[in-house]
C-alpha cells in the first residue's frame, strides 16, 4: 500500500515552460510534505516544503500547492531551466514522526 | 561545514558475506535515518535512530538487518549474509530535531551490489 504516490515516472518540458510535477497521498496523519531533487550518484536534496496549515509555498523559481482535500500536492517551476533536469521526489510525514515516506520519483527533462 | 558523510560510497560483496555502512550525521545533528532505494524506485524508510537508541524500526527486515548509533562515532547499519535482493543504494539522513518540520539532510549514498 503505497502512502505516497506520483503518477507521472517521467515529464519532458522546453526550456523556460512551466514544469509541473504532480503527487497525491493517502494517510490523512501527513502534516508536512516536502519536495526533494535529486542527480544520479548522489544524495536526495532538499527542494522546498509545506505544512499543511498552508495551500501554498513559493520560493524563487519553485512553488509548491496544497489540496488536503484531494490529497494532492503539486511542484511548478517557472521557469524551468535544464539544470533542473533531475529526479525529483515527494516525501510525506507527520508531527513527531520524524520518518518520510518518499513517492517513486519523477524524472524531469528540461530541453534547451 | 561538512554535510552528512557515507561510506564506503561503493560497496561489493558476495552472498554471504557481510555489509557495514557508515554514516556520520551533520555536526550537531542528534537523529539519523536510513533508507533504502532500489532499482526504479523512491526511497523507502528503513530506521530512526537516536545516539544510542533505535526510535523506530518499522522499515528494518526482521533478520540480517540491524543498526546503531553509538554514543561516540557514526551510525552504522549492518547487513549479515548478504543475498543478491539486498543490493541498493542505500542513504542516510540526519536532522536536529525530531520535528516534521525539520529538514532531513541526505548524505550521498551507498551503493552496495551483491555478485
Known amino acids: 500500500d503505497q502512502q505516497v504516490k506520483q503518477n507521472s515516472p517521467s515529464l519532458s518540458v522546453q526550456e523556460g515552460r512551466i514544469s509541473i510535477l504532480n503527487c497525491d497521498y493517502t494517510?490523512?496523519?501527513?502534516?508536512?510534505f516536502l519536495w526533494y531533487k535529486k542527480y544520479p550518484a548522489e544524495g536526495p536534496t532538499f527542494l522546498i516544503s509545506?505544512?499543511?496549515?498552508?495551500d501554498k509555498n513559493e520560493d524563487g523559481r519553485f512553488t509548491v500547492f496544497l489540496n488536503k482535500s484531494a490529497k494532492h500536492l503539486s511542484l511548478h517551476i517557472v521557469p524551468s531551466q535544464p539544470g533542473d533536469s533531475a529526479v525529483y521526489f515527494c516525501?510525506?510525514?507527520?508531527?513527531?514522526?520524524?520518518?518520510?515516506?518518499f513517492g517513486d520519483g519523477t524524472t524531469l527533462t528540461v530541453k534547451p | 561545514n561538512a554535510g552528512v558523510m557515507q561510506n564506503p560510497r561503493h560497496l561489493v560483496r558476495r552472498r554471504g558475506q557481510e555489509a557495514r555502512l557508515r554514516c556520520s550525521p551533520v555536526?550537531?545533528?542528534?537523529?539519523v535515518y536510513w533508507y533504502r532505494q532500489l532499482p526504479e524506485e523512491g526511497l523507502k524508510f528503513m530506521v530512526y535512530?537516536?545516539?544510542?537508541?533505535?526510535?523506530?524500526e518499522s522499515g528494518m527486515p526482521k533478520e540480517r538487518f540491524s543498526a546503531e548509533f553509538p554514543k561516540e562515532g557514526p551510525s552504522i547499519l549492518r547487513i549479515q549474509q548478504v543475498v543478491r535482493g539486498d543490493s541498493a543504494a542505500y542513504f542516510c539522513?540526519?536532522?536536529?530535531?525530531?520535528?516534521?518540520?525539520?529538514?532531513?539532510?541526505f548524505g550521498p549514498g551507498t551503493r552496495l551490489t551483491v555478485l
Open positions: 535512530l537516536q545516539k544510542e537508541n533505535i526510535i523506530d
Open positions: 494517510n490523512s496523519m501527513f502534516d508536512y
Open positions: 539522513a540526519s536532522s536536529p530535531r525530531q520535528d516534521s518540520t525539520d529538514t532531513q539532510y
Open positions: 509545506i505544512s499543511s496549515i498552508k
Open positions: 555536526k550537531g545533528h542528534s537523529h
Open positions: 516525501a510525506a510525514s507527520s508531527t513527531n514522526a520524524g520518518k518520510s515516506t
